[in-house]
């Protein structure tokens, strides 16, 4: 019985390093420009809508320009994403948006 605690013990210390290390190398590859360009792929355009990853991606998208940006340029950034997320105007042309569901995602 004692040697099965100890398993159990080492067991949760084994998954907690393993945790640990997944979370720091999550932190040290992560960048919010990544949620950005995710933000940006058509086939993410649906997807994000019907989940909080919207907020989500606009949070990171305002936090990443007002690092590298004045607040002005950071807004007409922001308004730039939401045109194309709502696909209007200059982004409002369906044939794109309808191509871009066969081309392939590194073209």
Known sequence: ?????????????AANNLKQLIQKRWEYAYHSIM?????LDPYF????????????????????????????????LFIELVKFRQKASPYDNEIIWMSSSTLSPSV
Do not use: C, I, P
């Open 35 to 39: 949620m950005t360009a995710y933000m």
């Open 45 to 76: 355009l649906e997807e994000s809508r019907n989940t909080d990853l919207e907020a989500t991606g606009y949070s990171e998208f305002t936090a990443f320009t007002n690092k590298l940006f004045d607040q002005e340029k950071s807004v007409t």
């Open 1 to 13: 019985m004692l040697q099965t605690l100890s398993d159990s013990n080492s067991n949760k210390s």
